[in-house]
């Protein structure tokens, strides 16, 4: 059964400023600003009395949440012309070393996509059966939180149109990505449905290279890097919140526009 899937996030927002103590509409509006708060939070005397770590986390969780209901789902991330793609594009890992070489190397004979959770079809995909859904092609920049970033063309399915290729339930809370070299990440039902989030076959007019998620990666262009899973091996929906691996590392699960 199909959901509707997109809250209105004004109204939801508004809702809250009116139920917030004007102590915490203050907090909550600073939050809404930026990250920037935090490290003046972390220096002042609201955290007498508890430890600087834990405010730090509480405000973190409340800026994922806060991010989450600013977040417009009919906002796009800027396309680019073919002029402006960045060659060579650059690469990124979790693993030491980080290195292209250490990407896994994956046999698209043996390769399929687990689908879990929250799904009416829990089939497997191979690579053929996700290349017969509509393909669609953008220009979107990558930016990196380590302070890069870089323009690239990606190819694929629309992932809303792959969630309802599954039948997913459309209101469960979150998306998560499990990679092949072990790499996890999760998005809101609100980004999964955004336009421009794609679940990526080709890049730069071919497959997508190994050291870029052969054979499956997920383009979040409204988010950053460590959001676009590579190597995607399974696909679950659900409601439990599953973090990630920078995640845990601190940081911000929302990362996005
Ligand atoms: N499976 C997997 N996905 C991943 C990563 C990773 O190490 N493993 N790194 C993330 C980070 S931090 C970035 S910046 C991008 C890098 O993608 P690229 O190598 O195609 O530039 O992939 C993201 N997705
Ligand atoms: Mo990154």
Not at 49 to 69: H, K, P, T, Y
Not at 80 to 96: A, C, G, W
């Amino acid at each position: 059964m199909i959901k509707t899937p997109h809250p209105d996030s004004g109204a939801i927002l508004r809702e809250a400023a009116r139920r917030v103590s004007p102590w915490s509409r203050r907090l909550f509006l600073r939050n809404a600003l930026g990250l920037g708060t935090l490290t003046a939070l972390a220096g002042c005397d609201v955290v007498d009395g508890i430890s600087a770590e834990g405010m730090l986390a509480q405000v973190s969780d409340f800026n994922d949440r806060v991010q989450a209901w600013l977040f417009n789902p009919n906002r796009l991330a800027r396309e680019y012309p073919e002029s402006m793609i960045t060659r060579p594009f650059p690469f990124n890992s979790f693993y030491v070393p980080n290195t292209p070489e250490k990407a896994p190397t994956i046999d698209p004979a043996r390769w399929a996509l687990n689908v879990t959770g929250r799904v009416e079809r829990q089939d497997d995909w191979r690579l053929a059966d996700l290349a017969r859904l509509p393909q669609v092609t953008q220009i979107t920049r990558h930016i990196c939180i380590e302070g890069w970033s870089a323009i690239g063309k990606f190819t694929g399915v629309r992932f809303s149109v792959f969630l309802q290729a599954v039948g997913a339930d459309l209101s469960a809370r979150y998306v998560t990505f499990r990679c092949d070299d072990n790499y996890v990440t999760s998005i809101d039902m609100a980004t999964a449905l955004h336009p421009q989030t794609q679940l990526t076959l080709g890049f730069d007019g071919g497959a997508l290279p190994r050291e870029h998620g052969f054979p499956l990666k997920l383009r979040v262009p409204t988010k950053l890097g460590f959001k676009n899973p590579k190597h995607i091996g399974e696909i679950a929906v659900g409601d439990d919140y599953t973090g990630g691996y920078w995640e845990t590392y601190g940081y911000n699960w929302f990362s996005g526009l």
